[in-house]
């Protein structure tokens, strides 16, 4: 049996070196710890294709695929197309979550 996580963030990736370590920080130090997260390097032209590798190396839940560039909504679908969680978040390389976004996100399980 395949692990699953209850989360899956996705993250659209184009050009975002100034903002991405922020932004992947502030997930991997989330309360809540039973996600994924994808990150979808866009075609990137700066460092940001080589920011997502280091923190797939750094930690196993975050992973890394590389694309041509076609735009958020292709970047998205890519993520889609690989999540495994039973929740999915989406995310822009400059955003930030606050400490127990994904917390909050599993309070809505509904309890069978």
Same mark, same amino acid.
């Given at each position: 049996m395949i692990d699953r996580p209850k989360i899956t963030v996705i993250i659209p990736v #184009?050009?975002?070196e100034s903002t991405l370590r922020r932004c992947l920080d %502030?997930? &991997?130090?989330?309360? !809540?710890t039973d996600f994924e997260c994808i990150l979808i390097d866009d075609g990137s032209k700066d460092r %940001?294709?080589?920011?997502?590798?280091e923190y797939a190396r750094k930690d196993s839940r975050v992973?890394? !695929?590389h694309k041509e560039n076609g735009?958020? %909504?292709s970047a998205r679908n890519v993520g889609l197309d690989n999540a495994r969680g039973e929740w999915?978040? !989406?995310?822009?390389?400059?955003d930030y979550l606050q400490q127990g976004f994904l917390e909050s996100m599993? &309070? #809505?399980e509904s309890s069978d």
């Open positions: #184009y050009n975002a %502030s997930i &991997l130090i989330q309360t !809540f %940001s294709g080589e920011i997502c590798d992973k890394v !695929f735009g958020v %909504s999915v978040s !989406f995310v822009d390389s400059d599993n &309070l #809505y």
